[in-house]
């Protein structure tokens, strides 16, 4: 029940899966469009000679992609660069330091809204986005306020990977039980595990299973299946206690369809689960089973699994990094050429493949060929993308809140005990203004 520094980088790393088929519209708020190139408009200027240096999560991801592209980038712009790898925690940091002292060791950074208190310290992009015509080519709900970091309503992220909540279920057991996948609503997904668990009465599936002992976890399925404010309007961390409770409520719900002993779950035991054949649908990170739940030698549900809608009323969580420019860059130009070259459609669709890095553009997702091979899983895993949102919490505020879930996962508290708990500590925490902002630009503010 402990929460480990790997698990945090996993949960944080966002890495694996996106997509999206040409007709799925977004639901989070839109960001700027991307502005055609005007007539005339200046050319992007020279930047050989230039040296950069630019840092990235050391996961065996991202790092490794930034290490295949240094070579051909240098190359093909006579710019030198420097990438810096280092853990989740120490990455952040770094990047905070330096941005706080002005140093401007690193022109490229990656990170996501757990750095929001030195947005104020990067680089808006927008006059570089315009000028090169970049981002149509993005998902539209990842290039939206949110999984894309803005400030003081300018662009100053740009995502290179996502990951979003999901459920995943099994065809076989689904046909045999004569049930579909088709939910929209939390309610009309329980309603399908009440058929599952008369169905199954007398073997050892389970209607559902989830890693509840990784006690950060079911908070996204909280997020699910609650659609008040998460800041209120006085720009403090608050809940809409009478839907928080019914959501809090609801989720303990999902117990009585799970495993014996799923309090005890971690990832490792929870996908286990699933891969067995032992559950009949998972809620969690599609990247972290989709791999295996196609490996033969891994995998009982070879050929019988696919992703399903991630119901609501409220929104699945997503995992995105995004690339940032210190304001503090020497070579600002060189840095967004950096930005260009590592984040598009042709390495989405290739990292995806060697490092399983989760492509944030529609044509990975639109080729013929992939499409069909991942049939069972593209489609909604767009729709669970197009409609995802980024939390406005600090750390500090996500732990308050899964700290004390977790004890009323385990019967020691009531749900409106535990909504006491946490508020008592979401009060001394003040909330960065660039999350506020967030926020508001994805509708999770007290109106």
């Known amino acids: 029940m402990q929460l480990s520094r790997s698990t945090i980088m996993r949960l944080l790393a966002g890495a694996v899966v996106v997509a999206m088929l040409a007709g799925c519209a977004a639901v989070a708020p839109a960001a700027p469009a991307a502005a055609p190139a005007s007539e005339g408009a200046a050319a992007a200027p020279s930047v050989e000679g230039a040296e950069i240096t630019v840092d990235y999560m050391q996961s065996g991801t991202y790092d490794k992609a930034a290490e295949a592209l240094k070579a051909d980038f240098e190359s093909k712009t006579g710019a030198k660069v420097e990438i810096v790898t280092a853990p989740w925690d120490v990455l952040n940091q770094n990047n905070i330091t330096d941005l706080t002292t002005g140093t401007g060791a690193y022109d490229v950074m990656s990170g996501e809204f757990w750095i929001a208190t030195v947005f104020d310290k990067m680089l808006p992009l927008d006059d570089y986005v315009t000028r090169d015509n970049y981002g149509s080519e993005f998902i539209d709900g990842i290039w939206a306020p949110g999984p894309s ?51 199954l009465e007398g073997t050892d599936v389970a209607p559902m299973v989830h890693y509840f002992g990784q006690i950060e976890q079911p908070a996204a399925i909280f997020l699910g299946m609650y659609d008040g404010y998460l800041v209120d309007k006085d720009g403090k961390y608050g809940l809409d206690r009478e839907k928080a409770v019914a959501a809090l409520n609801k989720m303990q ?39 295996d739940a196609d490996n033969a030698e891994k995998s009982q549900v070879v050929g019988k699994w696919a992703m399903a809608n991630f ?15 210190s304001k503090d860059s020497a070579n600002p ?112 503010t007290q109106k």
């Open 149 to 199: 970091n803005f400030y003081d309503g300018k662009r100053i992220g740009v995502p290179y990977s996502a990951d979003a909540y999901g459920i995943w279920y099994n065809t076989e057991v689904f046909e045999q039980c004569g049930v579909e996948a088709n939910w929209e609503t939390w309610d009309e997904y329980i309603a399908v595990l009440d058929t599952l668990k008369t169905c």
């Open 253 to 291: 719900s999902l117990l009585d369809y799970n495993p014996e002993g799923v309090l005890g779950f971690d990832f490792n035991a929870g996908n286990a689960v699933f891969l067995n054949g032992k559950a009949a649908t998972m809620v969690g990170w599609p990247s972290f089973i989709r791999a």
């Open 311 to 325: 119901p609501g009323p409220g929104f699945p969580m997503v995992s995105a990094w995004n690339m940032f420019i």
């Open 333 to 444: 130009d060189a840095a967004w050429e950096w930005i260009k070259a590592y984040a598009n459609p042709e390495n989405g669709t290739k990292w995806m493949a060697e490092y399983g890095i989760g492509s944030p553009f529609k044509a990975t997702y639109q080729d013929p060929a992939l499409l069909e091979q991942f049939a069972h899983f593209y489609p909604a895993q767009a729709a669970n993308l197009n409609k995802a949102k980024s939390l406005p919490w600090t750390f500090a505020a996500f732990e308050a809140f899964f700290r004390n879930e977790g004890d009323f996962h385990q019967g020691k508290v009531t749900a409106e005990e535990m909504l006491d708990n946490v508020q008592k500590e979401w009060d001394e925490i003040e909330v960065p203004g660039a999350l506020v902002q967030l926020a508001e630009l994805q509708g999770l």
